[in-house]
């Protein structure tokens, strides 16, 4: 079983790259983050021709998130749990696996925060306090739980291309590092680095200042997987090659494959 996790920094420009993406990949579950499009766009036709189902929740300009899927998805849930919040970044549904099994997937868009003395901080302390009391309910559930999505945070300082220059900034804080690990602590592990132990391998690049040719990456997009499922994890890896097309997002996929 493959999965994969790619912020495509809006859907109606970077459809055909999800298309040939989707065709040349064949992943069992894609999640999509920053679809930036109302449910109504939504090209559901384009990914059915492919195979796919599509389970989604948008709004405008911002936010949005989607999982597209080879096995029709039950229970979905487009709604934080127990937080009142019209900004579309969560969406959950089971998906059965091939040895009779349910698999939970979550799929996130993880506030950014802008910087740690703003209010949108605050918030973004506040969705991720409300998201580990998610993933904790989920796990208790169901013990095949994989998370994935843009959290916004680098796990580590080998998550950065230059740690000096970003030390103490937005997605490299201790603060909100300590948030991750207290949300993995709830029984989820990071499995692109349970399979790769260096450094220098990122998700992100900024648009600026030619930030992919130097490399100038950081690892903000995860996928996490419960106990169960990293036992079952055979690989993971991240795919630059979208990030060399013409006019692409800022995000690359990353991948986890699961027997």
Same mark, same amino acid.
């Given at each position: 079983?493959?999965?994969?996790s790619?912020?495509?920094?809006?859907?109606?420009?970077?459809?055909?790259?999800?298309?040939?993406? =989707?065709?040349?990949?064949?992943?069992?579950?894609l999640?999509?983050?920053?679809?930036?499009?109302?449910?109504?766009?939504?090209?559901?036709?384009?990914?059915?021709?492919?195979?796919?189902?599509?389970?989604?929740?948008g709004?405008?300009?911002?936010?949005?998130?989607?999982?597209?899927?080879?096995?029709?998805?039950?229970?979905?849930?487009?709604?934080?749990?127990?937080?009142?919040d019209?900004?579309?970044?969560?969406?959950?549904?089971?998906?059965?696996l091939?040895?009779?099994?349910? =698999?939970?997937?979550?799929?996130?868009?993880?506030?950014?925060?802008?910087?740690?003395?703003?209010?949108?901080?605050?918030?973004?302390r506040?969705?991720?306090?409300?998201?580990?009391?998610?993933?904790?309910?989920?796990?208790?559930?169901?013990?095949?739980?994989?998370?994935?999505?843009?959290?916004? @945070?680098?796990?580590?300082?080998?998550?950065?291309h230059?740690?000096?220059?970003?030390?103490?900034? *937005?997605?490299?804080? /201790? @603060?909100e590092?300590?948030?991750?690990?207290?949300?993995?602590?709830?029984?989820?592990? /990071?499995?692109?680095?349970?399979?790769?132990?260096?450094?220098?391998?990122?998700?992100?690049?900024?648009?600026?200042?030619?930030?992919?040719?130097?490399?100038?990456?950081?690892? @903000?997009?995860?996928?996490?997987?419960?106990?169960?499922?990293?036992?079952?994890? *055979?690989?993971?890896? @991240?795919?630059?090659?979208?990030?060399?097309?013409?006019?692409?997002?800022?995000?690359?996929?990353? *991948?986890?494959?699961?027997?």
């Amino acid at each position: 079983m493959k999965i994969a996790s790619w912020n495509v920094n809006s859907l109606r420009v970077r459809v055909e790259h999800v298309s040939d993406w =989707l065709q040349a990949n064949s992943p069992d579950l894609l999640c999509l983050q920053e679809l930036k499009m109302v449910d109504e766009d939504f090209p559901i036709d384009v990914f059915s021709e492919l195979g796919y189902h599509s389970q989604f929740t948008g709004q405008k300009t911002y936010n949005g998130v989607a999982i597209l899927s080879k096995e029709p998805l039950t229970n979905v849930v487009i709604d934080m749990p127990d937080f009142d919040d019209p900004m579309r970044r969560y969406i959950a549904a089971d998906c059965p696996l091939a040895n009779g099994e349910t =698999l939970r997937i979550v799929n996130v868009y993880v506030p950014n925060g802008q910087a740690l003395d703003s209010d949108k901080f605050q918030y973004k302390r506040a969705w991720f306090a409300k998201l580990q009391a998610a993933m904790k309910n989920s796990l208790s559930a169901n013990p095949n739980t994989v998370l994935v999505g843009d959290f916004n @945070i680098t796990p580590s300082n080998l998550d950065v291309h230059d740690p000096k220059r970003w030390e103490g900034k *937005i997605h490299c804080s /201790d @603060i909100e590092r300590l948030m991750l690990q207290k949300l993995m602590s709830e029984g989820l592990y /990071d499995t692109y680095r349970h399979f790769n132990a260096d450094g220098d391998q990122f998700s992100w690049w900024d648009y600026r200042g030619a930030g992919y040719r130097a490399n100038e990456g950081l690892r @903000i997009d995860l996928v996490l997987s419960s106990s169960a499922m990293l036992n079952k994890a *055979i690989a993971s890896s @991240i795919d630059e090659s979208p990030r060399k097309l013409e006019r692409p997002s800022d995000h690359t996929p990353v *991948i986890a494959e699961y027997n």
